[in-house]
């Protein structure tokens, strides 16, 4: 099973950057789909970004589209999302999760939906200020 834990959230101001890091333990995150979601106080759990198992699968949230960029470190075992340009709207505690899929069958908006993920972190939260 494998374990993971999210690191790199902070308070910026807008416009700033961050890097969200997913750290896995326990097996190998590269036959695992990766999926970044946020939650405000209040609301849903939402979608951000995703990463399949196949080669450039990859999907994001409309809104964040051109400003964050899902990746994959499969030498340290890592998933990382660097936010550019944030937005206050972009606050929220951010949570990574993971489903095992060595057959690649996820991808696209499935990528988002938090049921396809069976195991998830404990979060890292961002808040951005203006």
């Known amino acids: 099973q494998v374990q993971l834990l999210e690191s790199g959230g902070g308070l910026v101001q807008a416009g700033g950057s961050l890097r969200l890091a997913c750290v896995a333990s326990g097996r190998t995150l590269d036959f695992y789909a990766v999926g970044w979601f946020r939650q405000v106080q209040g609301k849903e759990r939402e979608g951000v970004s995703g990463i399949g198992t196949g080669a450039h699968v990859w999907y994001y949230l409309a809104s964040v589209r051109g400003r964050f960029t899902i990746s994959r470190d499969s030498a340290q075992n890592i998933v990382s999302m660097e936010m550019n340009s944030l937005k206050f709207q972009d606050t929220g505690v951010y949570y990574c999760?993971?489903?095992?899929?060595?057959?690649?069958?996820?991808?696209?908006?499935?990528?988002?939906?938090?049921?396809?993920?069976?195991?998830w972190g404990q979060g890292t939260r961002v808040t951005v200020v203006s």
């Open positions: 999760a993971a489903k095992q899929d060595p057959w690649q069958r996820a991808a696209g908006i499935t990528l988002l939906e938090p049921t396809l993920y069976s195991t």
